[in-house]
């Protein structure tokens, strides 16, 4: 049953919509957190958002009737495949039955899943004339490419918008996306800009919006995330797709490959790493001027931007390209880097964690972005530490992605496998080691915290 914190919300036994036998028809208006809910026919309104903590069937024996676009239902350890295989029969918008991609959308919400009553035709921005949200208006949906033409009688002259919660929206001054660019995300809360930026204020010609994802900060690097118990992964490519529980991030491994000319609906991607390891001979291998020249390949998409990936010893090549960037006014929204720095003894996991945590601190320091690790391991075979025991690799990963998870601005990382069997999460059997075991049970909190525009 819904338990006692529904005390607080506005319940009314008259239905709105025939409730069967067993069943007692509610009105949710405002925000629920509960354990379950069964036996209840129950039409969330208003901007209602209804949490439901429990495992396996939370809403056995319910409805839920969204009736209103602004609702939310979200169930905090079911996966997004079990309620899309199981639970879509028991979902109605406004009193019509919901069809996935149709009128319903469901995303993956860390370890759970979050249900909108969203079809493909949601427009989540609105763009306004003038200031604080006055002035003529246009209405915007997903993916497609706006440039000022698109904008009706509000053209490139957008003052101010509102950005509906569950989407990400780029805002360029060029039509090809560069230029002064602006990447938004509406995570949790709705984001309303009543002024925007210099450079943007009524010049913008380059519009892109993309559902959200509510991943959690663990993944791996490598289509190796089978039984990892990962939100993430990427593989050097552009290839894979999404999952309904697992997000795939696609990379530009280096300056012209792969092509950016991608489905990103069909992928489900929303963010694209730059390229990998250019600093060193043997990956991208890419002056930061080259880089910079072609930056504005990877704007066009009007995906969330991290930086090139730089190796632990490539740091002067990261702020050079990052300091050119900042005076071409060219958008990198995150950095990455890649970490596989050795302490002596590598089977102290709080001096690994502590190196680690120094390392990546400096870099936060210097750069004021978020970071993802999109390479790292505990130490490598080209490291002069000695190779650890499955004992002492299980400790230091233990402490290191206690580590991660813990500090704010470390919003993403990805453990790499292949660097000596001693430091293997999976063999090759895809058996997990006692370090693959411990990194698959670590329940990592979701990645993103949203700004404050």
């Known amino acids: 049953m819904i338990r006692a914190i529904l005390a607080l919300v506005i319940l009314t036994t008259v239905p709105l919509w025939a409730a069967p036998d067993g069943m007692t028809a509610v009105t949710i208006r405002s925000d629920v957190t509960a354990t379950d809910m069964t036996g209840r026919m129950a039409t969330l309104t208003g901007s209602a958002k209804v949490t439901l903590t429990g495992e396996g069937d939370p809403i056995a024996n319910s409805a839920i009737n969204f009736g209103s676009p602004d609702t939310w239902l979200i169930l905090e350890n079911v996966q997004p495949s079990k309620v899309t295989e199981g639970f879509l029969d028991r979902f109605f918008v406004d009193a019509v039955e919901a069809r996935l991609e149709h009128n319903l959308r469901i995303e993956a919400y860390g370890q759970g899943t979050v249900v909108m009553p969203h079809g493909p035709d949601y427009a989540p921005l609105t763009v306004f004339s003038g200031r604080s949200m006055a002035g003529k208006s246009v209405s915007l949906r997903c993916y497609e490419k706006y440039k000022a033409s698109d904008f009706g009688e509000v053209g490139p002259a957008i003052r101010s918008f509102r950005l509906k919660r569950g989407y990400m929206a780029t805002l360029a001054q060029n039509s090809n996306g560069t230029g002064i660019s602006r990447n938004y995300v509406a995570q949790d809360n709705d984001v309303e800009v009543r002024s925007l930026p210099s450079g943007l204020d009524g010049s913008v010609n380059f519009i892109r919006i993309f559902p959200w994802r509510w ?83 990877l704007l066009a998409t009007g995906l969330r931007l991290g930086s090139p990936a ?99 601005y470390v919003e993403r990382y990805a453990l790499y496998n292949w660097v000596e069997p001693s430091r293997e999460l999976k063999r090759k059997d895809g058996s997990l080691t006692p370090a693959g075991i411990v990194y698959r049970d670590q329940k990592s909190p979701l990645a993103y915290k949203q700004e404050k525009y």
Not at 262 to 284: T, V
Not at 319 to 324: A, G, K, L, P, V
Not at 366 to 379: D, H, L, S, Y
């Open 215 to 297: 991943t959690c900060k663990k993944g791996i690097a490598g289509g190796i995330w089978q039984d990892l118990d990962v939100s993430w992964f990427y593989d050097w490519n552009i290839g894979a797709e999404s999952s309904p529980d697992i997000e795939y991030v696609p990379i530009r491994q280096n300056r012209w490959w792969p092509g950016l000319d991608q489905n990103w609906r069909q992928k489900g991607s929303l963010h694209l790493l730059g390229y990998n390891e250019p600093d060193r001979p043997d990956q991208a291998n890419m002056k930061p001027g080259d880089a910079i020249h072609s930056w504005p390949d």
């Open 310 to 408: 730089v190796s632990d010893g490539g740091l002067g090549w990261l702020y050079d390209f990052m300091d050119r960037a900042e005076k071409a006014k060219l958008r990198v929204d995150f950095i990455a880097v890649h970490y596989y720095r050795a302490v002596g003894d590598p089977g102290d996991g709080r001096a690994a964690a502590s190196q680690f945590q120094g390392f990546l601190k400096g870099i936060h320091d210097r750069t004021k972005r978020p970071i993802w690790i999109t390479e790292w391991n505990n130490g490598a075979n080209w490291t002069k530490a000695r190779d650890p025991d499955p004992k002492e690799q299980e400790k230091a990963i233990a402490e290191m992605i206690k580590m991660l998870d813990k500090t704010p």
